[in-house]
């Protein structure tokens, strides 16, 4: 038996499941069935705001008559721009019952990057709201708000629609290494394999109730919404705020009784450094980018079960799962999920054994249909199977480099290319690349992740463009590229360096040495008092020499995780307790400070002499008392 059999299915799957049997219906009939049987059951909520598995079935409806009417069928794309709501979940199951394929956009992708994607899938029909409107200027046929009075007259019954289980689903773009974004097309029967797969492991059942997080433009977004729509169970949608936010996450699983929640290692480290100490009965599920061992030991007494999960968006969400019982040095990613095979080769496509390092390839009822409008890519990523007669059967090439180990589980070693993954996201650093390179002045250009002391993950930009200033540079690819892809620091250089083939060589590229290389083109100092004092926290956080009053805290190497963690210093230093949203809206010290002053200010107002008298020499010895 070939390693990819053994591998093909947990051992305790029904012989049916395990022979490669598997349902043929489309993810919103399986849904319109579990409305059957539990109509009054709560289906989503957000922002207390709840539908019924009814209720979201009528709108959902009536949604799905509008796009008809506007020849919505069958591999029509439909491009869907919302804010996380309960119209967006509409919207979807709207789009597939009208037959059509969606195409998520997050509102807080730059236009000029959401228009090269419009542009690029040319959709039928653009689903938004009213504040959104204006990109969709001439991309699509027609435009639909949400909140469109035409929505309320249309018909409440299940539409009828030709689509069939090999139609598409929806079209995912990710980061291309050219700088154009890849639309990858998954089709119906490869998203209800994968639906019906976690639902038997990690599992899922009418009892649960999943916390959503996660942008509908990142693909794993796909099992937060649809697999509870399919087994009865509820789905709570944390707003965007929310889910940026460690305490505000933490608050909402506590208030939701959640017993799921997915999510990416740093939104997991967010929830641990804001003070979280676990759930009871909580399943975490955790993927998206490699799970360190240390986020793995704090996780496992604070919740019922830890799963590790691993997929590229090519084969489907997620291919493989692992639970996590014992901490190791490295955490494998598992075996393969229903319908999967894997395979560790070398670069002859010839399979290795236990041990041996190689190219993990995956085959199965998950493999996307390929990328849309790029038929050489999608050959060249999508093989035949040397493995299977069957001249149909392909395998996708993951360049993610992998081994077998002697359990027979697989452990992820990292890439044979320039693909990282940064929070989650999959970037091509020529993205990146291609990106600063169209700046008129920019002569040559390259980007690198490096990795800081506490494992997190920055992008650093290297340029030949002596006439261009780094402010600049960042405008330029803040209108270009979405924020997880910016780089976080800058370096000029006079020439990029180069391996003998000519390519540039990125293993010699010099590491930045201090924010004054990167940090802006002008520098502002901190004034004495609490502005210095924000500067001092901000620049011990992110290992830098100084930081000035006017650098902006994410483009100096901030992220979500660092946020949480200033804020819990500013907390515990100078008693004031701010939301994230206050970090994202004033990003310099000079902001801040103004901020956390009229804080102060306004409570002082309620204070006695005495508690103003106290509480200024505490702030002023950088005493902790709240």
């Known amino acids: 038996m070939s390693f990819a ?28 069935a579990q409305a059957e049987r539990t109509p009054d059951a709560i289906a989503i909520t957000c922002e207390k705001q709840s539908l019924t598995y009814a209720q ?8 799905a008559h509008w796009l008809q009417e506007h020849d919505v069928k069958p591999e029509r794309l439909v491009a869907l721009c919302l804010e996380r709501s309960l119209d967006s979940v509409i919207a979807l199951l709207g789009i597939l019952k009208a037959g059509g394929a969606y ?115 990142f693909d794993i977004a796909g099992l937060e919404i ?33 017993t799921v929640m997915q999510a990416t290692p740093i939104t997991w480290r967010i929830l641990l450094e804001s003070g979280w100490q676990g759930r009871e009965g909580l399943k975490v599920l955790c993927g998206g980018e490699a799970m360190p061992p240390e986020l793995a030991r704090e996780m496992v007494p604070r919740c019922s079960t830890l799963w590790n999960l691993y997929g ?26 229903a319908n999967t095979q894997v395979y560790i080769v070398d670069d002859q496509l010839r399979q290795l054994p236990a041990g041996a390092t190689g190219e993990l390839l995956i085959g199965g009822e998950g493999l996307a249909r390929g990328y849309l409008n790029q038929p050489e890519l999608t050959a060249e990523r999508f093989i035949p199977n040397p493995f299977n007669p069957d001249p149909t059967s392909r395998l996708y090439k993951t360049g993610d480099l992998c081994r077998l180990r002697r359990d027979g589980a697989i452990e992820y070693l990292g890439r044979n290319d320039n693909q990282v993954k940064i929070r989650g996201y999959r970037i091509e650093l020529g993205d990146i690349e291609a990106a600063l390179e169209s700046h008129p002045r920019v002569k040559q250009a390259a980007a690198k992740v490096m990795e800081g002391p506490r494992r997190e993950k920055s992008i650093v930009g290297y340029v030949v463009a002596p006439a261009v200033e780094t402010t600049e540079l960042r405008t330029y690819l803040t209108e270009r590229l979405p924020s997880y892809m910016l ?45 210095k004092r924000l500067a001092e926290f901000v620049a011990g956080l992110l290992g830098l020499e100084r930081v000035e ?15 949480t963690q200033l804020i819990a210093r500013i907390l515990n230093d100078l008693g004031v307790d701010l939301p994230m949203r206050c970090v994202v809206e004033f990003p310099t010290t000079a902001q801040l400070a103004r ?19 106290h509480a200024l020499e505490q702030a002023a010895s950088g005493g902790g008392e709240k």
């Open 5 to 32: 059999l053994k591998l093909e299915m947990p051992n305790d799957m029904s012989a049916a499941t395990r022979s490669g049997t598997t349902s043929r219906n489309c993810v919103h009939e399986l849904f319109e």
């Open 56 to 63: 979201l079935n009528v709108r959902a409806n009536q949604v």
């Open 103 to 217: 195409i998520p956009l997050d509102p807080a992708f730059p236009r000029m990057r959401l228009a090269q994607i419009l542009e690029e899938s040319q959709p039928q029909v653009l689903i938004t709201q009213s504040a959104l409107q204006p990109m969709a200027s001439s991309v699509s046929k027609h435009t639909l708000l949400m909140d469109a009075p035409a929505l309320a007259s249309m018909s409440r019954e299940n539409p009828g629609s030709e689509v069939q289980s090999h139609n598409l689903a929806y079209v995912i773009f990710t980061s291309g290494s050219t700088g154009r974004p890849k639309g990858v097309q998954i089709e119906h029967r490869s998203l209800v394999n994968f639906l019906q797969a976690i639902a038997r492991e990690p599992g899922l059942s009418a009892n649960d109730i999943l916390v959503a997080v996660t942008t509908f433009s």
């Open 226 to 258: 649809f697999l509870p729509l399919i087994t009865g169970a509820s789905a709570v949608i944390a707003g965007r705020d929310i889910a940026l936010d460690g305490r505000a996450l933490g608050q909402l699983l506590q208030d939701s009784n959640a």
């Open 312 to 337: 590229p968006t090519e084969t489907t969400i997620w291919s493989t799962v692992s639970r996590v019982r014992s901490v190791e040095n490295r955490i494998p990613i598992g075996r393969p999920i």
């Open 487 to 531: 780089p976080s620091l800058f370096v000029k250089l006079a020439e990029l360096p180069l391996t003998p083939n000519r390519k540039v060589d990125r293993n010699v590229l010099p590491i930045p040495q201090g924010v004054n290389t990167l940090a802006g083109d002008y520098h502002l100092s901190p004034r004495e008092g609490l502005e």
């Open 549 to 563: 009053a006017n650098d902006n805290f994410f483009l100096i190497g901030g992220n979500s995780l660092f946020c």
């Open 595 to 613: 901020q956390i002053e009229s804080i102060m200010a306004a409570r002082i107002c309620s204070m006695t002499f005495d508690e103003v008298q």
